[in-house]
């Protein structure tokens, strides 16, 4: 029940008031936005800060300030809330109060936040402990103590405000790559494709732990390793293209004692035929592997012929040697386009997967989802029928777990009618994963634009890469950037970048 003074009230009093009983008074919020988890916290901490009102004439208590927090509290069941008993004001005065109080709110800032959070943690709160307790979620929290134990991280969070507590925690993964650092920081300033940067970095970085430990074991052989060569080198060829003076092909243990015998380490996707049980889900699917490239530093030194030094029989393919300095300069730009094209598709595959299968869980499908499924029935119907295709949605819909045909049709059995659609939008979206690949951007063609700008419509964010295979964006390719000096310790101090860095040392994968 609401405590009502009997006189007029002169100053604040502080009183309690049953929510339940009380009149919202003019507001200028359109949506009070009472989310489950503000719900939640009320119900768990009940209203901390009073609401503002007054008591009108027939003591009735009249809100003005806290529309959202006496709703929160409804909903959550609380019996009473505080508030502060002040004298009335018009409504023009009201409005006036209500729009100073909003617009000089400062949200807490991320830093702010992780610091909250591990003095919580400080006090023996466990992370579920500290989501419950103050309703933020349970990600963001884990995301606020990695900041909170990461120097960089908390200097990058005082430093930037754009940076969330979830970027700013992928930041401390790379606080020794001064590279990564800076496209992060680029991209989560730029306010779009950090998601798939992120991925990039963390592929990047795999890649180049891969390739340090095969080329240490390649070492410990006794093989002397290199930095891969351009592909027109005129000097270091692979020996796959080399014969001996007698005509013999030259093998990498037939090389073994040439002065000249090196490798360059490289990581490859490569297809592989895996086993099933049902024809029907028998597929082909790629795996990164690490490869040594053997090569001769100076082949024509040490008598060796190059096979190819003619060209290929019939190719009309003009060779590096009769170029123009701007023709080879181009040639090189196209190829560092479709090498880094390549494994920029990798990394947003990655991403698009993770999207694609907490979108799947939706228990009604999005406005223009009929019309995507029929208009994949119609032009690409026969990928619906495509032997990985069923393997594929299972990944999508089934958390990876394969299912029996009659199972995947049992599935649908007793789900709304919106369910049911959400999964045939899932069995599309397989359809078309099973078909794409690093081939897909190249050329812009109806069934995977109409897939991405599908996705793109319903909240996910294409990668540069996956534009270009929508038909949405076209980039020619780019002269190489100089490197950039690597760093071993990032300066979490320096000015906000304003652009990407040059390509890292393991920009060029196996051909």
């Not at 002169?10 to 003019?26: S, Y």
């Not at 992780?114 to 003095?119: I, L, R, T, V």
């Not at 594929?392 to 007793?414: C, F, T």
Request: net charge negative; hydrophobic share 40%; aromatic share 6%.
């Amino acid at each position: 029940m609401s405590t009502a003074p009997t006189e007029e009230v002169a100053t604040e009093t502080v009183v309690a008031i049953d929510p339940r009983q009380v009149q919202i008074g003019a507001n200028v919020r359109l949506d009070a936005n009472v989310d489950k988890e503000f719900v939640a916290n009320v119900r768990e901490e009940g209203v901390i800060v009073p609401v503002v009102g007054y008591f009108d004439g027939d003591a009735h208590y009249v809100v003005v300030d806290g529309q959202r927090r006496t709703l929160a509290a409804i909903e959550a069941k609380q019996a009473t809330i505080p508030a502060f008993a002040t004298r009335r004001r018009e409504d023009a005065d009201r409005i006036v109060a209500q729009m100073s109080a909003n617009h000089h709110r400062v949200a807490i800032t991320a830093a702010e936040r992780a610091k909250g959070f591990e003095q919580l943690a400080g006090f023996g709160m466990s992370a579920a402990q500290i989501a419950k307790k103050t309703g933020y979620k349970r990600p963001e929290v884990d995301a606020g103590l990695k900041v909170a134990g990461s120097d960089l991280a908390s200097k990058a969070t005082e430093r930037w405000g754009f940076l969330t507590l979830e970027q700013a925690a992928a930041l401390a993964e790379f606080d020794q790559d001064a590279d990564a650092l800076q496209a992060l920081t680029v991209a989560a300033e730029r306010g779009s494709g950090f998601d798939h940067e992120l991925q990039r970095q963390r592929d990047k970085r795999d890649d180049r732990e891969a390739i340090k430990a095969f080329a240490e074991q390649l070492t410990a052989d006794g093989v002397t390793v290199i930095e891969r060569p351009p592909h027109d080198h005129k000097t270091i060829l692979r020996l796959n293209q080399l014969d001996d003076a007698e005509g013999n092909r030259i093998t990498p243990e037939t090389h073994a004692d040439c002065p000249g015998h090196a490798a360059y380490v490289t990581r490859e996707w490569r297809w592989i035929e895996t086993d099933a049980k049902d024809d029907e889900d028998a597929a082909d699917e790629q795996e990164q592997v690490t490869v040594a490239t053997y090569v001769c530093t100076d082949a024509k030194a040490h008598g060796h012929v190059d096979r190819w030094a003619g060209g290929y029989g019939g190719s009309t393919k003009k060779k590096a040697a009769d170029m123009s300095e701007a023709e080879r300069e181009a040639a090189r730009a196209e190829r560092r386009d479709v090498i880094e094209s390549n494994k920029a598709w990798k990394s947003a595959e990655t991403v698009r997967a993770a999207f694609v299968v907490k979108f799947l869980t939706r228990k009604s499908a999005p406005k223009g989802s009929a019309a995507f499924v029929v208009a994949t029935i119609a032009e690409e119907g026969h990928w619906l029928s495509d032997h990985r295709t069923p393997t594929k949605a299972d990944e999508l819909l089934n958390g990876g777990k394969a299912r029996m045909r009659a199972d995947r049709a049992k599935a649908a059995e007793n789900v709304t009618e919106g369910r049911a659609l959400m999964l045939a939008v899932g069995q599309c979206c397989a359809a078309y994963e099973a078909q794409m690949g690093t081939h897909t951007w190249r050329n812009v063609t109806p069934g995977p634009a109409r897939y991405l700008a599908f996705l793109a419509a319903n909240g996910y964010e294409l990668a540069d890469v996956e534009k270009r295979a929508a038909g949405l964006d076209k980039p020619a390719p780019k002269p190489r950037a100089k490197k950039a000096r690597k760093a071993t310790t990032p300066p979490p101090e320096t000015k906000a970048p304003e652009g990407n860095t040059a390509a890292s040392s393991d920009e060029h994968p196996a051909a």
